[in-house]
């Protein structure tokens, strides 16, 4: 036998020895006929044979190894290893530690494909080791990757590939394109209490929503035709089909008693917590800076807090640019500035419920909500009034009202702050209430000129 054979014959005999030691089938590929596979598994369960088969690329020798990690070349084998209706593994055996180490070639070649980029390489990490203690839990981790090239699970693969999601055995996952092209995927998971929209036409980017994101009436500051679920502009098509999927989902957002715990999705928390951090700075313009001066004062009594600022340093940028155009960095900056805790709740609960957010600076003072609200804003224009959205007030402005029966009278702004009782909203404290009440931030006000420049 040519030496260079020899770790790969190697190789070869340690991952089969290693699988037919826990009752996996193993079907090596001819060498004549090996074009980047070596070996077929059929995996087993209790002494039965399963529907599960997998191919795998094995390599031997140290020329695999670099400085942290493993490498095995893809070649000419990218479309095969990516397309096929078989998943391909890699795995790479060290001589010098005697171990196996793999990696899921199709997924990373996948997942490259998604960025625009074609993978030469396949890197397999050192923790992804296979003996016989991590075994159980390879073959648990391949076959459910596998349950995607089952029945539906093919669509919803498809999907997933396209959206860079990877969605579960149990998940609700619903498709549907507008008129313009565009993909919509409507995804709920078991037992979690909100459910997720993506959009092709907004990068993917997960808007994780619940019933307090729907609105029968719409919003009165958009256009005939169009709503807003959560942060996203729907036109009517769009937010019945997703209105309807959320009905029909509603059974798989309670946890059966089977179900093992659902963790807090992290996703969403983050998601969440920046969509409100975004919200706030533009309702409060002056809210960081407040919430910086309240901080100082905390921190004088807890180093906690002073070492944390210390590890996230200071960044100008967090102070000159709006939220969209600040760096990772920034936006940590900010955020740990403006809010002093985020409150998990269990994962059943709606989105507005399972997460909280205790910020830096509190509300002035307890909220109305929108069926507490008596008369309207008045748009009544004059020469020395302006137009203005409810975003746009700040205290100390004077505003006009109209009554029930559609008598104006004036009021002064006392507070503006973005409402916690219906995130996404606007609260705003006049001079003869006790409690803010609750606007979206395009409802339009008629405000006095003021003399000053503003």
């Not at 702050?417 to 705003?428: A, K, M």
Request: net charge negative; hydrophobic share 35%; glycine share 8%.
């Amino acid at each position: 036998m040519p030496d260079a054979r020899r770790p790969s014959r190697a190789a070869v005999n340690a991952l089969r020895a290693l699988l037919e030691r826990h009752d996996h089938i193993v079907q090596e590929v001819d060498g004549q006929n090996d074009f980047g596979e070596d070996q077929h598994v059929t995996f087993t369960e209790e002494g039965e044979v399963t529907g599960d088969l997998v191919k795998i690329q094995v390599k031997g020798g140290r020329s695999w190894r670099r400085a942290d990690w493993y490498a095995v070349p893809v070649g000419d084998h990218g479309g095969t290893w990516a397309d096929g209706n078989i998943p391909v593994l890699c795995v790479v055996h060290d001589p010098d530690t005697d171990g196996l180490y793999w990696a899921n070639a199709t997924k990373q070649l996948l997942a490259a494909r998604r960025k625009g980029e074609v993978l030469k390489t396949i890197t397999i990490s050192p923790d992804q080791k296979l003996d016989d203690e991590s075994i159980a839990d390879f073959v648990a981790e391949v076959r459910r990757y596998l349950s995607r090239y089952r029945g539906n699970r093919i669509i919803q693969a498809q999907l997933g590939e396209m959206a860079g999601v990877e969605f579960g055995p149990s998940d609700i996952v619903q498709h549907y394109v507008n008129v313009f092209g565009e993909d919509l995927i409507f995804w709920q998971r078991r037992g979690e209490g909100f459910a997720t929209l993506l959009h092709s036409d907004l990068d993917w980017y997960p808007e994780h929503i619940g019933p307090e994101h729907f609105h029968p009436n719409g919003r009165p500051d958009l256009l005939p035709g169009m709503s807003v679920v959560a942060d996203t502009i729907l036109d009517t098509a769009e937010a019945q089909w997703l209105a309807a999927c959320f009905d029909a989902a509603q059974w798989a957002r309670k946890p059966a008693a089977d179900d093992p715990p659902l963790h807090t999705n992290i996703d969403a928390r983050d998601n969440y917590v920046a969509r409100r951090v975004e919200h706030h700075l533009r309702i409060e313009p002056d809210v960081l800076t407040r919430s910086i001066q309240k901080f100082r004062t905390e921190a004088t009594a807890d180093h906690d807090l002073i070492a944390v600022a210390k590890e996230l340093g200071a960044d100008a940028e967090a102070l000159s640019k709006p939220w969209r155009e600040m760096s990772e960095k920034a936006r940590r900056i900010v955020t740990f500035y403006l809010v002093k805790e985020v409150r998990v709740g269990p994962p059943a609960l709606p989105i507005d419920e399972q997460f909280r957010i205790v910020w830096r600076c509190p509300r002035p003072t307890g909220e109305y909500g929108f069926g507490a609200r008596v008369g309207q804003p008045s748009t009544r224009r004059s020469a020395n009034r302006e137009l203005v959205s409810a975003s746009k007030l700040r205290p100390g402005d004077r505003i006009y009202w109209l009554s029930r029966y559609g008598n104006e009278r004036g009021r002064s702004v006392s507070a503006v702050w973005d409402s916690e009782d219906t995130p996404g909203t606007v609260c705003v404290l006049f001079d003869q209430l006790i409690l803010g009440d609750t606007f979206w931030p395009g409802e339009l006000f008629v405000r006095k000129v003021s003399a000053k420049p503003r």
